[in-house]
DNA sequence: GCCAATTTTGTAATCGATTACAATTAAAAT
DNA sequence: ATTTTAATTGTAATCGATTACAAAATTGGC
């Protein structure tokens, strides 16, 4: 609650001695260094972040930009993203947009009135042409999700590649009538720059060209763009019971999907595998112990994290521009096994 | 990044006038305001809440310190603490703490140093004498878990009353062997005061109080204190199959910890309820999704974190102190259900 | 058209730190 | 002991905003 001024006049020395003794001891004598941090002591004194961030023109924060935090995949992200900002002292502030255009604006304010040094945005949607716009006078990092704006960094792993791999593996074991659950299809229908629709239209991609090389052709039908979470996926199951023809498999895009949906089959009788085959995506730890276990598409949630930071800090220090597609694996589980 | 003096000078006007021209537009006059607006579009400005915030001595933002955020049980307390900021104008930012002190410590600088107005804190373990330092002179709240000092506002639920029920439903069942699952029961051996545990040690007394109305006799062979994850739970049941007679229940302080569990034991077919009764702690989504569907404590997580950060308000304008418990209630699902 | 009352604007202090530069003091060299 | 050099400290400007107070401009009443 004191300030610099109340500790100088304590110790019986001036501000700019305090100053120094807090950042560069080895230029105050011993002897005064004591006296000051005597005062320090005696007054409780803890500097205030906003005069010396104001003076400084930086905080030594970063902000870490999320829909939700109650997706399990982003927790190891931060972390990565955290681990890597200690090495270099900074600290790693997060704020959620539940997807609102709104908080992302709020966000995208918390860097522009200076109160952090730059951020990280997991989520572009809904936003992209402010963010791009913010990327031109702030140190900005995309993680995860795709961007169109050649100028930001981004990290993420090649999604188109890795929804191919899935439904290329379903394929391969004989399933042809699959199921895409996921979000944001129908963005497509406003505008035709596919890297709007984020992860999940790239992703569509990845499965329709493994059909089209199988020879399989595209129905729609068979599309369900609920969103991502358990109910999400149940919900959809819900909806595929109306077809006239079952699927005989489901690719969801997030494993809370997959195993809403696999829960929702299984009250209707249907069997996961046998009746159906199920891939989620993410790999996160409760496609590890569900049951049954998902067939999943791992990503390098860490390594995203830690390469995020990276990027940013390239980016707070030099205004490097960069991007970098990190690699998945596709991690079979019981979902799509059939047992001997 | 033009600075407030830039649009004076490109108005033409003072720089106090720019200033009221942003936050009191009917004290000046229509002509001026548009001639400083058009400066700011013209100079793209956004203006520096340092500085705003440093001569203000109020920030409009707040922290929320949370162990993890791969917890879904945080995400809606977040919620809560969000719509009500939402309502007096505050931002809400984040900060994860994994369990270390040395972060909590983090996160309190943050709040000494006047970057946040004051903070919710979940975690109290690991730093409860530092939380309560920060206390006498910066507004702070605890949720969830419990503190010691009563001069911190804290929301919650019974713990004690909670494991209470949740042990008696299953002693009603005619459940007498009953593990527990959960955290920190260790640190009981370097000091008595209970809630420096939190909320486990606290559920940890429920749990016995139920076992000795009952005339059952406590049994810490049955106690594994482990952790509140996936992994967890099923590390757990790896050490409880060890035991010469198995329980016949197991009550853990997570759902996650809960499935994990029962996935174990699946493994080693051993089956849930048939077996073993199972019961979880906070009702989280996945406990309604998970086969077999998992009984369990639901708190009111949307409600604490409204009441948490109305608390909050309250100790930011006046100093006020308060605590409030919440009511949980007991959820009945499949894992402590046999089918008839 | 003049004066008082009111509205609008500007000047300068302020918030709490850092830091260039100057001034002082101590140590080293002669 | 005196000068030169280096180490230590202090003075005051600065970061970018807000805001009390003073000054100027406008309005209204006569």
Same mark, same amino acid.
């Given at each position: 609650?004191?300030?610099?001024?109340?500790? /100088?006049?304590?110790?019986?020395?001036?501000?700019?001695?305090?100053?120094?003794?807090?950042?560069?001891?080895?230029?105050?004598?011993?002897?005064?260094?004591?006296?000051?941090?005597?005062?320090?002591? /005696?007054?409780?004194?803890?500097?205030?972040?906003?005069?010396?961030?104001?003076?400084?023109?930086? $905080?030594?924060?970063?902000?870490?930009?999320?829909?939700?935090?109650?997706?399990?995949? &982003?927790?190891?992200?931060?972390?990565?993203?955290?681990?890597?900002?200690?090495?270099?002292?900074?600290?790693?502030?997060?704020?959620?947009?539940?997807?609102?255009?709104?908080?992302?604006?709020?966000?995208?304010?918390?860097?522009?009135?200076?109160?952090?040094?730059?951020? *990280?945005?997991?989520?572009?949607?809904?936003?992209?042409?402010?963010?791009?716009?913010?990327?031109?006078? &702030?140190?900005?990092?995309?993680?995860?999700?795709?961007?169109?704006?050649?100028?930001?960094?981004?990290?993420?792993?090649?999604?188109?590649?890795? /929804? &191919?791999?899935?439904?290329?593996?379903? *394929?391969?074991?004989?399933?042809?009538?699959?199921?895409?659950?996921?979000?944001?299809?129908?963005?497509?229908?406003?505008?035709?720059?596919?890297?709007?629709?984020?992860?999940?239209?790239?992703?569509?991609?990845?499965?329709?060209?493994?059909?089209?090389?199988?020879?399989?052709?595209?129905?729609?039908?068979?599309?369900?763009?609920?969103?991502?979470?358990?109910?999400?996926?149940?919900?959809?199951?819900?909806? *595929?019971?109306?077809?006239?023809?079952?699927?005989?498999?489901?690719?969801?895009?997030?494993?809370?999907?997959?195993?809403? /949906?696999?829960?929702?089959?299984?009250?209707?009788?249907?069997?996961?595998?046998?009746?159906?085959?199920?891939?989620?995506?993410?790999?996160?730890?409760?496609?590890?112990?569900?049951?049954?276990?998902?067939? $999943?598409?791992?990503?390098?949630?860490?390594?995203?994290?830690?390469?995020?930071?990276?990027?940013?800090?390239?980016?707070?220090?030099?205004?490097?521009?960069?991007?970098?597609?990190?690699?998945?694996?596709?991690?079979?589980?019981?979902?799509?096994?059939?047992?001997?």
């Amino acid at each position: 609650m004191a300030t610099m001024k109340e500790v /100088a006049h304590y110790a019986g020395v001036s501000v700019a001695t305090v100053s120094r003794v807090l950042n560069q001891p080895q230029s105050v004598k011993k002897k005064t260094q004591e006296q000051v941090l005597k005062a320090v002591q /005696a007054l409780n004194y803890t500097p205030n972040f906003l005069g010396k961030n104001l003076r400084q023109h930086q $905080t030594k924060r970063i902000l870490v930009v999320l829909n939700t935090i109650s997706n399990q995949f &982003y927790s190891r992200v931060v972390q990565g993203i955290e681990d890597k900002a200690r090495e270099f002292d900074y600290n790693v502030l997060m704020m959620t947009t539940r997807n609102l255009q709104k908080n992302i604006l709020e966000a995208i304010t918390m860097i522009q009135t200076k109160i952090v040094d730059g951020a *990280i945005f997991m989520t572009t949607l809904h936003a992209e042409e402010q963010i791009s716009e913010l990327n031109r006078n &702030y140190p900005v990092v995309c993680a995860c999700e795709p961007v169109e704006d050649t100028e930001i960094s981004c990290v993420s792993i090649d999604n188109i590649q890795a /929804a &191919y791999d899935a439904t290329r593996f379903l *394929i391969e074991r004989g399933k042809r009538r699959i199921a895409l659950m996921g979000v944001n299809f129908d963005l497509k229908k406003t505008d035709q720059k596919i890297h709007q629709y984020g992860s999940a239209a790239l992703r569509e991609i990845g499965y329709k060209k493994a059909l089209e090389e199988a020879h399989i052709s595209v129905d729609t039908t068979l599309f369900f763009p609920k969103g991502l979470t358990y109910k999400d996926g149940a919900s959809s199951v819900w909806d *595929i019971l109306k077809l006239k023809r079952l699927p005989d498999a489901i690719f969801a895009f997030s494993d809370a999907g997959a195993i809403g /949906a696999i829960r929702a089959l299984k009250v209707r009788g249907i069997r996961v595998p046998e009746d159906i085959f199920v891939v989620g995506f993410d790999n996160t730890a409760m496609s590890e112990v569900y049951q049954p276990s998902l067939t $999943t598409i791992g990503q390098p949630q860490y390594m995203i994290g830690l390469t995020a930071m990276e990027l940013l800090f390239e980016r707070i220090s030099g205004h490097v521009t960069k991007s970098i597609v990190l690699k998945h694996e596709l991690v079979e589980r019981d979902s799509t096994r059939l047992s001997v």
